[in-house]
C-alpha cells in the first residue's frame, strides 16, 4: 500500500520546531563559551522548511543534507542529545565524535548524512532515489541545500539525471538569499532558482519557506508525487536566516539586524495554532523543549572523549 | 580449468559473473549498454536490462556521487570511468565522499562501489586520455587501489573489488587489454593488499605495477643473460601496500628498483622507496632507484610517447645503477 504522506501540521511541529530552534541556540552558546569546536553553521529563523519536509516523510525515507544539517537531522528524528555528543567531539556522537556539525550521520532514523561540500549531497539523494526506483521499493530521497548550490556543476548535473531517469527525489532548495556571505545576486542573475529546475523539466514551487503551513503540503504534494512514480520535484523555499553564516563569522551581526519577528517561522505558526483555536494544546512546549535540550546538552558534555585508538579505525572495514 | 582469454575479457566474464551472482550489483558508466569504447561491458545490457547496466550522461561527478549513495543504500556499483583523466571530474565525490564516509560516520556506513578506471599510455592519445594516477589515489585514506598486469589477476581483482565493503578504484591499462594469459573458468578473488612475485632472482627487486611488470620481467629476461638474477614483484594492490612481500625480497637481494608509468615526481615509486627505507634501509647495499616518466603531461605523437613511457632498456639501465660499485 502507497502511503500518503500527511499535508496538515499540528502543535506537534511546533514542538519540533522549538527542538531545533533550542538546540542550535544552545550550541551557539556552547560554542560562544568554548565548549564545542568546529565550523557551525546555524539554521536558526528556517526551521520551518526542516520540519515541514521531514514530517511529511516515512522513517524509511532518506534525508541527505548539506552543511547546515542539525534542523534536518532533529526533524528526521535524530536525538538532540547525541547531536549535541556529535558537535562536543565526544565518544556518544552519532559519529562518535569524528563528523562533526557538518557531517552528521543518524541513518537509523534515515538520516543518512550530511555533506560539507556545497551541492555535494545532491548525488548522493539521486543514488538513493536510482537504488529505490531500480529495486521497486517506494522509499523516497530528498536532498536540501542552500542557494549557493545552484551555481555549482554538480546541480546541474543532478537536476538533468532526476528529470532523465525520473528518480524519486525531492530536491528542497532552502533559498536564504546568501551563498556563504554574499547575497545571491552577486553571485547569479537567475533570481528564481526555481527556473533552473523547470528548464529541466522538473516540476517546481517556490514558496514561502518559513510559513510551515505552506511548506507542509507542497513537501507532501511533491513526496507523493515521488512516490507514486512520478518522478523528481524541486522545492524552492524561500526562507530567512538569522544568524550569519557560520558562528563567528563576520557577518554575524547583519543576521542579528535583519532579525524580524514577522518572518520568524515559529512566531507564525504559533500564530497559526492560536487562531486555530488550540491555544491550549501549545502551553509550555518552548519550556518542556528547552528543558530537555538543556539536559541533552548537559550530558553530552559529560560524555567522554573518543579512545586514543579511536583515530584509526573506520577508516576502511575492520578485518 | 583454465583457458587462454584477453585480459578485456577476464574483465567482461568477471562483471558477467558477479551481476549474476549479486542482484545488488550494478553498472554505471558512458556508453556501458554499447560496451564502451573497449568493450568491456559489451554484451551485458542484452543480459540484464537497464536497470543493472545503466547508461549516464557525461556527468562524471554526478556519477561518481549517484553510486556513492546508491552504495549508502546497499548496492554494489561498478561506475567505469572512461578516461583516467576523466576522474579529475569526480574527484569530489570519490575522495571527499566515497573515501571518507566510513570514517566520517564512524562505520555506521560504508561505500561497497567499484571504480573501473581505464588509463595509461599507447596510441597516442595524448596528454588528456593517457594518465597514470594511482599516487592520487594511495593519498586519499579511505580508498583502496588495484592495478592488475596479468590476466589472472584482472579478474581475481576485479573479483575482490566488487566483493569488498569499501570504495575499490581498479585501475585497468588499456596496452594490456588485448595482451593474452590463463584465465581461471570460476573467477576467485585476489586478495587486495597482496603483490606476487611474478620472477624469483637474488641479485636486484624490481617492484612494477600495472603494464611496468612486463617491461620489468623483459628486462630481467635480457638481463639474465648477463648472470643478473632479477626478482620481479606485481605490487598489484597500491593501497594498501603488501610491505611483507617487498621486505622480504628486498632483504635477500638488497637492491631495489621501482617501476610505474606515472611521472616519478611524487609518485608511488617514493612511497615504496620511503617503506623499504623505513624498514629495512640496513639490508640495502645501494640506493633504491625509482623508473617512472618524466614530469611532463603525455605527449600525444608516438614517437615522443615512446620516449615518455618506461620501457626494457630504462629498467636495465636502474637495475645496473643499483649494481655499480660505489
Redesign the interface.
Known amino acids: 500500500m502507497v502511503v500518503t504522506a500527511p499535508a496538515q501540521s499540528g502543535p506537534e511541529d511546533l514542538e519540533m520546531m522549538w527542538r531545533i530552534r533550542a538546540f542550535e541556540e544552545k550550541a551557539s552558546e556552547l560554542f560562544a563559551r568554548g565548549k564545542i569546536s568546529g565550523l557551525l553553521h546555524l539554521a536558526i529563523g528556517q526551521e520551518a522548511t526542516a520540519v515541514g519536509v521531514c514530517g511529511a516523510l516515512q522513517p524509511t525515507d532518506?534525508v541527505?543534507s548539506g552543511h547546515r544539517p542539525h534542523g534536518h537531522a532533529i526533524a528526521k528524528g535524530a536525538e538532540t542529545g547525541r547531536l549535541f555528543a556529535e558537535l562536543a567531539g565526544r565518544r556518544t556522537g552519532?559519529?562518535?565524535?569524528?563528523?562533526g556539525s557538518m557531517?552528521l550521520?543518524a541513518?537509523?532514523v534515515g538520516f543518512?548524512?550530511a555533506?560539507?561540500?556545497v551541492a555535494?549531497n545532491?548525488?548522493?539523494?539521486?543514488?538513493?532515489?536510482?537504488?529505490?526506483k531500480?529495486r521497486g521499493e517506494s522509499d523516497v530521497?530528498v536532498a536540501f541545500f542552500g542557494d549557493g548550490a545552484a551555481q555549482t556543476?554538480?546541480f546541474h548535473?543532478?537536476l538533468?539525471?532526476a528529470s532523465?531517469w525520473q528518480l524519486p527525489v525531492v530536491l528542497v532548495c532552502e533559498n536564504n538569499g546568501f551563498a556563504e556571505f554574499s547575497p545571491l545576486s552577486a553571485h547569479t542573475v537567475v533570481e528564481r532558482l526555481a527556473d533552473h529546475a523547470d528548464t529541466y523539466g522538473i516540476p517546481t514551487e517556490t514558496i514561502d519557506g518559513n510559513d510551515l503551513t505552506v511548506v507542509r503540503p507542497a513537501a507532501a504534494a511533491a513526496i507523493d508525487r515521488a512516490r507514486n512514480g512520478g518522478g523528481p520535484s524541486f522545492l524552492e523555499c524561500l526562507t530567512h536566516r538569522l544568524r550569519g553564516h557560520y558562528e563567528g563569522d563576520p557577518t554575524l551581526k547583519r543576521g542579528a539586524a535583519a532579525r524580524d519577528e514577522a518572518k520568524d517561522p515559529i512566531q507564525r505558526f504559533t500564530r497559526f495554532l492560536h487562531d486555530a483555536a488550540r491555544s491550549a494544546e501549545l502551553e509550555g512546549i518552548e519550556v518542556r523543549v528547552r528543558a530537555e535540550v538543556e539536559q541533552a546538552a548537559e550530558e553530552a558534555l559529560a560524555a567522554p572523549w573518543p579512545e586514543r585508538d579511536?583515530l584509526l579505525?573506520?577508516?576502511?572495514?575492520?578485518p | 580449468m583454465t583457458k587462454t582469454i584477453r585480459y578485456i575479457d577476464a574483465i567482461s566474464s568477471v562483471l558477467r559473473q558477479e551481476l549474476e551472482r549479486d542482484d545488488d550489483v550494478?553498472i554505471l558508466g558512458e556508453d556501458v549498454s554499447y560496451g564502451g569504447p573497449f568493450g568491456a561491458t559489451a554484451g551485458l545490457s542484452a543480459s540484464f536490462g537497464p536497470?543493472?547496466v545503466?547508461d549516464?550522461?557525461i556527468?562524471e561527478?554526478?556519477?561518481?556521487?549517484?553510486?556513492?549513495?546508491?552504495?549508502?543504500?546497499?548496492?554494489r556499483?561498478i561506475v567505469e570511468v572512461m578516461f583516467a583523466d576523466f576522474v579529475t571530474l569526480a574527484m569530489?565525490?570519490l575522495v571527499?565522499?566515497a573515501a571518507?564516509?566510513?570514517?566520517?560516520?564512524?562505520?555506521?556506513?560504508?561505500v561497497p562501489m567499484t571504480i573501473r578506471v581505464q588509463g595509461g599510455v599507447g596510441g597516442g592519445f595524448g596528454a588528456q586520455h593517457s594518465q597514470s594516477l594511482e599516487a592520487w589515489f594511495l593519498h586519499v585514506?579511505?580508498l583502496?587501489v588495484v592495478a592488475p598486469s596479468s590476466v589472472k589477476d584482472a579478474a581475481g581483482l576485479l573479483v575482490a573489488a566488487i566483493r569488498?565493503?569499501?570504495p575499490v578504484v581498479y585501475l585497468e591499462h588499456r596496452g594490456l587489454y588485448w595482451t593474452k594469459g590463463l584465465g581461471a573458468s570460476d573467477e576467485t578473488p585476489t586478495p587486495i593488499g597482496t603483490a606476487a612475485v611474478v620472477r624469483s632472482g637474488s641479485d636486484v627487486t624490481v617492484v612494477a605495477v600495472s603494464r611496468m611488470v612486463g617491461v620489468a620481467v623483459s628486462a630481467a629476461e635480457k638481463l639474465a643473460e648477463d648472470d643478473i638474477d632479477v626478482e620481479v614483484l606485481d605490487l598489484r594492490s597500491v593501497a594498501p601496500i603488501d610491505w611483507a612481500t617487498i621486505d622480504e625480497s628486498v632483504r635477500r637481494t638488497r637492491r631495489l628498483v621501482v617501476v610505474h608509468e606515472a611521472v616519478v615526481t611524487g609518485g608511488l615509486g617514493a612511497e615504496l622507496v620511503a617503506g623499504v627505507h623505513a624498514t629495512a634501509f640496513e639490508a640495502l647495499i645501494s640506493p633504491a632507484v625509482r623508473v617512472g616518466a618524466p614530469s611532463t603531461p603525455v605527449p600525444a605523437s608516438p614517437f615522443l610517447e615512446c620516449l615518455y613511457a618506461p620501457d626494457t632498456d630504462d629498467v636495465i639501465a636502474a637495475v645496473l645503477e643499483t649494481l655499480h660499485e660505489r
Open positions: 532518506r541527505f552519532y559519529c562518535g565524535g569524528k563528523g557531517h550521520a541513518p537509523e543518512v548524512t555533506t560539507g561540500i555535494g545532491l548525488p548522493l539523494a539521486l543514488g538513493a532515489a536510482l537504488s529505490s531500480c530521497a556543476g554538480l548535473e543532478c538533468n539525471l532523465l579511536d579505525t573506520n577508516v576502511v572495514a575492520q | 550494478f536497470t543493472r545503466i549516464t550522461p556527468s561527478g554526478a556519477v561518481m556521487g549517484l553510486a556513492v549513495g546508491a552504495a549508502l543504500s546497499g548496492r556499483p569530489d565525490q571527499n565522499h571518507k564516509i566510513r570514517y566520517m560516520t564512524d562505520g555506521q556506513l560504508s585514506p579511505g583502496k569488498d565493503d569499501d
